[in-house]
């Protein structure tokens, strides 16, 4: 199946491994220093492009979290799905670690619904924001958790607006609360 050029060239934007340096530095009181990987999955699907996320503290690299799957594909506007792992464990360091990745199945991940972005396209910015309605649960060692995601990217910049959510009050627990969290590519990945 044949891809289109906006989805490849989003894929090729997020493909990667960024860092948040010069924003820790800036604001050390407000914002961690984070690696975040997006390691390209071939051959998951044929009718879109998937990617691997994870990240760490840089002080803690080999203590990674959030390991999730994202689904870019035109149905027909552009979207990006989030996929959780049925064994999470399995997965965990596969940013460092990206053979692990190699035996993934469609068997082994499981699709969140209500966190499926919507993707628009402004000159070479990509934008990605929840859809009006829906909300991003996901169950985690028994417990659910809400969050928020977006993010927009550029060649060369990603900015992830990604929250933790109080599912009692709505309000921001972790994560992009007074502002995205501004990563630099270091690394290009390719498929």
């Not at 894929?11 to 390691?39: D, M, T």
């Not at 910015?125 to 928020?148: D, I, M, N, R």
Request: some cysteine.
């Amino acid at each position: 199946m044949s891809l289109s050029f906006p989805l490849v060239t989003l894929a090729s934007y997020l493909a990667g491994e960024f860092e948040n340096r010069e924003q820790a530095i800036a604001e050390p009181a407000w914002y961690v220093n984070l690696r975040l990987w997006l390691r390209p999955v071939p051959d998951l699907w044929s009718d879109s492009l998937t990617l691997f996320a994870e990240q760490a503290s840089t002080l803690k690299l080999d203590q990674p979290y959030r390991p999730r799957l994202l689904r870019l594909r035109q149905a027909p506007e552009l979207v990006v799905e989030h996929y959780m792992f049925k064994e999470l464990q399995a997965f965990i360091g596969s940013g460092r670690q990206p053979e692990k990745l190699k035996a993934l199945t469609l068997e082994q991940i499981e699709f969140l619904p209500g966190c499926t972005l919507k993707v628009q396209q402004h000159n070479q910015q990509f934008q990605a924001l929840p859809q009006p309605g829906e909300t991003c649960c996901f169950q985690y060692q028994g417990s659910t958790y809400q969050v928020s995601l977006g993010f927009e990217v550029n060649e060369a910049e990603l900015s992830t607006y990604d929250r933790g959510i109080d599912s009692a009050t709505g309000k921001a627990i972790w994560g992009a609360i007074l502002g995205p969290y501004r990563f630099k590519k270091l690394q290009h990945y390719y498929w």
